[in-house]
């Protein structure tokens, strides 16, 4: 027995051996112009015993399960009291669970105060991933994404002030070659303040049914010189970094502070070796 999916299902990359359960189909917000992940998943939260039903069979037939991730968009926008039963239920239903995770915004977790939230993690929530995408404010709001720097940057040191843990994400070449030497520096600037746990970053690729403001991509090349002025600005204290995402022109893997030179090298170094592509695929016409 499996959960019943409905089509598109999502989950990061680090979640591949969890458990997935839905609780609600889409995304309560889904008007990221960058974001292709949701578009035409009318969003609908699922009613609380058809969810507690399938986590029960599921633990009838798998009771070893250790991982679980909570799908789709935005799990913690369902509230404090529901989040809580969720998890509660998920404890009775699997005796060996370790740790539970879900996408986050930031401006949800900020709807809970530090009491719930170190609740919540007594229940084995463990991981919120959340995507900050930029730390450039202008860039942000002229993506769509209804968030402000400042309140991620408040919830991600909440969330792990309460012992949780945040994955966030970033985007290279959101801000095309306009806007990159700001996005590069502003975003190091938002995860100096963050300092979160892990980092992941990823290369905005544009998504087919996704409408984004018209600009020029970067090229291999391009991508790898911002991912490079974004690392020299970042002083992280206790990291895991990753851009080994398939989207990257370059397959990288650190932790912040010991590798931060060894990455910054290594950088340069493919930068001065010529094997990245340095043709940009020009402007991206997108009808808005």
């Not at 458990?19 to 917000?29: D, E, N, R, T």
């Not at 969720?86 to 530090?114: D, H, K, Q, T, W």
């Amino acid at each position: 027995m499996t959960p019943h999916y409905v089509e598109p299902l999502f989950r990061p990359p680090a979640e591949a051996g969890s458990l997935i359960f839905q609780v609600a189909y889409g995304c309560p917000h889904n008007g990221c112009r960058f974001c292709g992940m949701y578009k035409g998943v009318p969003y609908r939260l699922r009613t609380e015993e058809e969810l507690a039903a399938e986590i029960r069979r599921a633990g009838v037939a798998y009771p070893r399960v250790r991982r679980i991730f909570l799908a789709d968009g935005d799990v913690m926008a369902i509230g404090f009291d529901r989040v809580h039963r969720i998890l509660a239920e998920l404890g009775a239903a699997f005796p060996f669970l370790s740790r539970v995770s879900s996408y986050a915004n930031g401006s949800s977790i900020a709807r809970y105060r530090e009491s719930e939230l170190e609740a919540l993690r007594g229940l084995k929530l463990h991981t919120l991933y959340v995507g900050l995408e930029t730390g450039m404010q202008q860039l942000l709001d002229r993506v769509g994404k209804t968030e402000r720097v400042a309140e991620m940057v408040e919830s991600v040191r909440r969330v792990q002030s309460c012992g949780l843990r945040a994955s966030v994400m970033v985007l290279l070449g959101l801000g095309g070659r306009r806007y990159g030497a700001e996005h590069a520096a502003r975003t190091a600037e938002a995860l100096n303040a963050m300092q979160p746990r892990l980092l992941s970053v990823l290369r905005f690729v544009p998504v087919l049914g996704s409408p984004y403001p018209e600009f020029e991509l970067l090229s291999e090349r391009e991508t790898a010189a911002e991912l490079l002025a974004m690392v020299e600005g970042l002083s992280l204290e206790r990291t895991v970094f990753r851009a080994n995402h398939n989207s990257n022109p370059l397959p990288l893997e650190a932790r912040f502070p010991a590798g931060r030179e060894a990455l910054i090298l290594e950088l340069k170094n493919a930068l001065a070796s010529g094997r990245l592509d340095a043709s940009g695929p020009g402007i991206l016409p997108v009808e808005l």
